[in-house]
């Protein structure tokens, strides 16, 4: 029966020794929370270190047996390996750079072997567990390499990934020195999940840039797979959060914190110990609403909790000093004796302390600089059971696409998030409902049970697929059975197209001319009276009747537009429509090439198309679908297409293409072996139409409607000779 490993960094538990006993307790975080409907299922497990260095065998054996009851597996990592591996490289290398915190990141050639050191352990310790049919999934930036680990040793394994930080931009992310390694680990995966559109964007720009592989959408074509990204922002236990907060437990705790606290209305700022949460300007922005606005003075103060994060790294030392000073400083000027305008505490809580903060703040004033998604805020949110209470939410955290309804602010606006302060201790009680209940709703509908439920079903999604256009090289025993068939059949009909598959690509599409052999290929394939050979492609009929008209092959322009038999003139096809539309069409795509140095037009009969082949890298495929969309706007009343080719765009009546070309010359030859060689995505029309018995090749690797694959124009006229050999001409 299959499984699901499920594996991140850290295990969801605390061990901790009672005795000569060690304890296994639960963690109580939003991962664990919602990934806990999956690993105690069946057989499925969950993969991490367990927290802690053990040097001592048997404690590690008892520690493996305690783990495996509780449907766990430990990574047993040493005091060097945390030290490197996630202090180091995670940490200081890693951290800063998808924080956009560049003056913190560091580049040491140690860290990163140890990354790697310790990805490739946590590959090992995964596949001693893999079975046929195992779903893998991964999580978060400490272990990036692994999915290409495990896919070398597992090539048909299902794995995804998720990422729980920002992904940062390309000219960030470019900066750290390991940028390809750590983009093909991660392609190593099936699917990939990011919280939001930004980071998914950012992450395909870097891999388009850094390591050239194109995408459509959001799927990104390899070699030998489809790899598909994708928006999905984490949830939270909902009803945990709305139910706890009126529990007996949290009754007593919100009556004891009242006591302690006083009276006056309390706004919530609750965070890890990081430079991304921006809680130094929360304190000056706190400390210049108070300045503004003396009436607020002992009645209203902050609940400052900072939950104790890495206090070994300096950065971290350095930033909680500051934290420290900053309250001691606002407490000195504003402070009473009745009255502290910040409470501080330093220090984690359980559960039901955190459902009574929730309960009684009546603002919570979540700015991080930057943050993957921030849970705080939605749990803030589920809590609020009168339906009342303030967000105040940083633009820059990715809950902010989801939680439209809270008050957005720019954490780098400290004037800003003053005045939105005192708009929120304003706001009056309907205005508070209706805000709360449309969060609330949305809150309760994308949480984590169904965040869950979604990654799942989108990966085995992407399998489906995979499987849908799997294709493989074609082996020397296929070439075999394949120049068999053809020498044995009567009535052969051939489909080729042009660039790209007949002759490499170039930079100027008019220096592809076929040379000389590419010539003698096609006139001794024509030679043969069992034999149809049409050259099928997106050139102009002019261009590609001067290069090969008289080799007695068949010759369809335009995709379909132009068709021309051997000996005879040029025929439009009988579909087509008027060409009224091209002026605005052309006035369009001209507006493009003026935007984009080394683009061009080139104008068909019936189509135009826009070449960026010789545009900076990045900049083509971004123009390429701003026109797209254009065009399509354009295209809503006037029955055209846009065919996206290998470095151009085309746009065309929609009463013909390729496939329908190459079906009715199929229905009407009906011969008994057929052949359709191309590269491109207008080749899948031919691919998909004809029948399952046809020898359809895709030439390049990756996920297509044909049934095998070759490398390059080299390998097809291989295979165009081999015919040619097989019946002696």
Not at 44 to 51: L, T
Not at 55 to 76: Q, R, Y
Not at 559 to 565: A, D, L, N, V, Y
Request: hydrophobic fraction near 35%; charged fraction near 30%; charge should be negative.
């Amino acid at each position: 029966m299959s499984k699901t490993i499920i594996v991140s960094n850290r295990l969801p538990v605390r061990i901790e020794k009672s005795g000569s006993q060690y304890e296994f307790k639960s963690s109580e975080g939003g991962l664990a929370t919602g990934l806990g409907s999956i690993y105690k299922e069946g057989n499925n497990i969950w993969i991490g270190w367990p927290g802690a260095s053990f040097k001592d065998n048997k404690i590690k054996e008892e520690i493996t047996a305690g783990l495996k009851k509780e449907s766990m597996k430990p990574v047993f990592l040493t005091d060097q390996e945390v030290e490197e591996y996630y202090l180091g490289f995670s940490n200081q290398t890693l951290w800063p750079a998808y924080h956009y915190f560049v003056q913190y990141i560091q580049y040491n050639e140690k860290h990163w072997k140890a990354y790697q050191k310790v990805n490739r352990k946590f590959a090992r310790v995964i596949s001693e567990n893999i079975e046929p049919g195992d779903i893998v999934w991964l999580h978060d930036y400490q272990l990036l390499l692994v999915a290409q680990m495990l896919r070398e040793d597992h090539p048909d394994i299902t794995i995804g990934f998720f990422q729980h930080i920002p992904f940062p931009s390309y000219e960030v992310f470019r900066m750290i020195p390991w940028r390809r390694e750590l983009l093909r680990g991660m392609l190593g995966a099936d699917f990939l999940g990011f919280h939001t559109y930004d980071d998914m964007r950012h992450f395909l720009s870097s891999v388009h840039r850094l390591v050239g592989y194109n995408y459509n959408r959001n799927e990104i074509q390899m070699e030998d797979r489809l790899v598909v990204v994708d928006s999905l922002p984490m949830g939270i236990d909902y009803d945990k959060f709305a139910d706890n907060v009126t529990t007996e437990a949290t009754e007593e705790r919100v009556k004891r914190y009242s006591e302690s606290l006083g009276k006056q209305r309390l706004i919530l700022s609750m965070d890890r110990l990081d430079y991304s949460k921006g809680i130094p300007r929360r304190l000056k922005a706190f400390e210049l609403f108070l300045e503004d606005n003396p009436d607020y003075h002992e009645k209203v103060s902050l609940l400052l909790i900072v939950v104790p994060s890495r206090d070994e790294v300096p950065s971290y030392q350095q930033l909680k000093e500051n934290v420290d000073e900053l309250v001691g400083k606002i407490n000195s000027k504003y402070g009473r004796i009745a009255w502290s305008p910040i409470h501080y505490f330093y220090r984690s809580y359980p559960f039901d302390a955190l459902s009574a903060f929730y309960r009684m703040c009546d603002v919570a004033m979540i700015t991080p600089m930057r943050d993957g998604m921030n849970l705080v805020c939605k749990e803030y949110i589920a809590s609020r059971h009168e339906k009342d209470g303030v967000l105040i939410l940083s633009e820059m955290a990715g809950s902010a696409k989801e939680l439209s309804d809270a008050l957005l602010v720019n954490p780098n606006d400290i004037p800003g998030m003053a005045k939105t302060l005192k708009r929120a201790l304003d706001m009056p009680k309907d205005e508070q409902k209706r805000h709360i209940e449309v969060m609330q709703e949305s809150v309760k509908k994308y949480n984590i049970f169904s965040w869950v439920e979604l990654f799942i079903s989108n990966l085995e999604r992407v399998k489906q697929k995979q499987r849908l256009l799997a294709t493989h090289l074609l082996t020397e025993n296929e070439s075999t059975e394949l120049t068999d068939t053809y020498k044995k059949s009567e009535k052969r009909l051939l489909f080729l197209d042009y660039d790209g598959t007949l002759v490499p690509f170039h930079n100027d599409p008019l220096a592809c001319k076929p040379d000389d052999e590419l010539l003698l290929i096609l006139t001794k394939l024509a030679a043969d009276p069992r034999n149809t050979v049409t050259v099928i492609s997106g050139r102009k009929a002019d261009t590609l009747g001067e290069w090969l008209e008289g080799l007695g092959i068949q010759l369809v322009a335009e995709h379909g537009i132009w068709t021309k038999s051997a000996g005879n003139e040029w025929q439009l096809n009988e579909e087509m429509a008027s060409d009224e539309w091209k002026e605005e069409a052309r006035n369009i795509i001209n507006f493009y090439v003026d935007r984009t140095p080394g683009s061009f037009l080139e104008e068909k009969r019936h189509a135009l198309v826009w070449h960026y082949r010789k545009v900076e890298k990045g900049l083509g495929e971004l123009r390429s679908s701003e026109l797209g969309s254009h065009l399509k706007h354009f295209m809503e009343q006037k029955q055209l297409q846009v065919l996206y080719g290998n470095h151009v765009v085309e746009v065309k009546p929609n009463a013909v293409n390729k496939g329908k070309v190459a079906l009715a010359r199929y229905q009407k030859i009906k011969p008994d072996f057929t052949l359709a060689l191309g590269d491109d995505r207008t080749d899948e029309d031919i691919f998909e139409m004809l029948p399952a018995s046809a020898y359809t090749i895709k030439i390049g690797r990756g996920a297509s409607h044909a049934r095998f694959t070759l490398d390059d124009p080299t390998e097809v006229r291989k295979l165009l000779r081999s015919l040619i050999e097989a019946t002696g001409r």
